[in-house]
């Protein structure tokens, strides 16, 4: 069964320095997600991506963070200049169309900011 | 108000027991929902989706009031392999082609031996 895969599963970094969380979404499917869960806290969407732009984003997505397809199978995000407050695990999630259908997430990336 | 809300519990119950989980949303214009469960440090794993006629899959059953705004997750039999956080989740429409889901803070089930 395909799945959507995430790299790496941890990385950590000091404050200030920039990372990039790769994701290779479900093959045949057509929107893209991040999402992130701060440890304790509840799953929270970050920002929605098709046809190799952005369709959604939340009020986290600021300017620190960028999204990128920039082949036909890898999706990722960059956060410019972490910041102490951006430690969470990352998720990515893919679905082939937007009506009614269900997302399916990645492992997740542990960012740990130090 | 939060937009997705779950009573955070524990729920201890015993192997075998019926468990049920309820959840209530805000946004009445939502059009898609779902259970899905999360192990502790995993991804969210989509369960099942849930129909305003109600479904079941197996031991699960999930039910959906439109006019309450409220959404039901029953487990029968009880496993050891239950035991997860329950996520009760709302895709709404938006603006954009794409749409985003909301989630719940969880329901943590533990099923005892």
């Known amino acids: 069964e395909p799945e959507v895969t995430q790299t790496p599963s941890h990385q950590v970094t000091q404050m200030g320095q920039e990372v990039i969380l790769r994701c290779v979404p479900i093959?045949?499917?057509?929107?893209f997600y991040w999402y992130r869960q701060i440890l304790g806290q509840k799953v929270e969407f970050l920002v929605s991506?098709?046809?190799?732009?952005?369709?959604?984003k939340s009020e986290i997505f600021d300017d620190q963070f960028s999204v990128e397809r920039p082949d036909g199978s890898n999706f990722t995000l960059k956060i410019r200049s972490t910041k102490l407050e951006d430690s969470a695990m990352y998720f990515c999630?893919?679905?082939?169309?937007?009506?009614?259908?269900?997302?399916?997430f990645g492992p997740g990336t542990r960012l740990t900011v130090l | 108000r939060k937009e997705v809300e779950q009573d955070p519990g524990p729920f201890n119950v015993p192997e075998g027991a019926t468990v049920a989980f309820n959840c209530t949303y805000s946004n009445s214009a939502s059009q898609s929902f779902f259970w899905y469960r999360q192990d502790c440090r995993k991804e969210p794993k989509l369960l099942m989706s849930v129909y305003s006629s109600g479904n079941e899959d197996g031991r699960f059953t999930a039910q959906l009031n439109r006019a309450s705004q409220y959404i039901s997750l029953l487990i029968r039999d009880s496993k050891l392999s239950d035991s997860a956080t329950y996520l009760c989740v709302v895709n709404n429409v938006s603006s954009g082609s794409a749409r985003q889901l909301t989630f719940g803070s969880g329901t943590q089930l533990t099923v005892l031996p």
């Open positions: 991506f098709y046809n190799n732009e952005i369709s959604e």
């Open positions: 093959s045949n499917h057509l929107y």
């Open positions: 999630a893919s679905t082939p169309r937007t009506v009614h259908n269900e997302q399916f």
